[in-house]
């Protein structure tokens, strides 16, 4: 039973995200904001969200190993499955934006301020205010940098239906609900299958709760490659790690201070290190190929492999 409820509480995470990203689009586009902040919204916030609930429902239940092991995982899958995936399935891709210039810092410096935080084994509430700030910093980057590069098409069956207030609100409710509801199922039934199978909270978070929350950048980015726009995948996971890194583990911390037992995970973080330096080889190298898809989807077959063994 808690298998098919961790299922189904997935299901409504993923899909409550989804109405919140859907109806947030349509409010802005109603008040005629940009398809830039849009962009830059959904990249930070949007795909974001189920990472972001089952996180801070798992601290504020005291699971700190659950909620920092989400971000870990989530941050490892969406740069070697996500992007592992759409290079390998790409047909070509050439940004016009200098990925490796302009926005390399960004792969780097969330991770370097989160093995600094963790050093003295916790995160605590000071910590994730000032990853909220590191937020808040990204932001204002992605709003001072060219508008036209970072764009990201938005449905254009959205831009022709009529705004509904009580509509759009109705919706968002449902959003939250499922979205928060789903975190809650998710966090307890993850917990009951680690006992039953004898494994840590770690490894259900690292795994079956972070692979599920990445779904969402997973969909995005199979769209994006559809629709002939794959280099977008790329921004959109940079944002995605930063918020996780920032939102996510700023949020969770500051319900409850994270304890993070480096010894213990010490071959995750490793493997979280060499995935962000592996980001940063295929920007600098332009591998936005098969080459570079083999070479992340690699890091992940060793992840995959030496945590089952």
Known sequence: MDYIIFIAAMAALIYGADFIIKESERIALHFNISHFVIGATLVAFGT???EMAASMVASAHGKSDMAVANVVGSVIFNITLVLGVVFMIAKSMNPDRDLFSKDSAWVIVPLVIFFIMTLDGKISRIDGALFLLMMVSYLIFLFSSNKEELEIEIDETLEKEKFNWSKSAVLLGIGFVLTIGGAN??????????????????????????????????????????KGNAEMSIGNIIGSNVANFSMVLGGAALLNPLSVNLAATKFDMLILAAASIALLFVLANKLYNKAGGIFLLIILALFIQNSFA
Do not use: M, N
Not at 201 to 212: A, N, Q, V, Y
């Open 48 to 50: 974001s969200l189920p």
């Open 185 to 226: 199922f998710v966090v307890e039934s993850g917990t009951s299958i680690a006992r039953s199978l004898h494994v840590s909270e770690w490894i259900i978070g690292l795994f079956l709760i972070s692979l599920g929350t990445s779904l969402p950048e997973l969909v995005v980015s199979l769209v994006a490659v559809k």
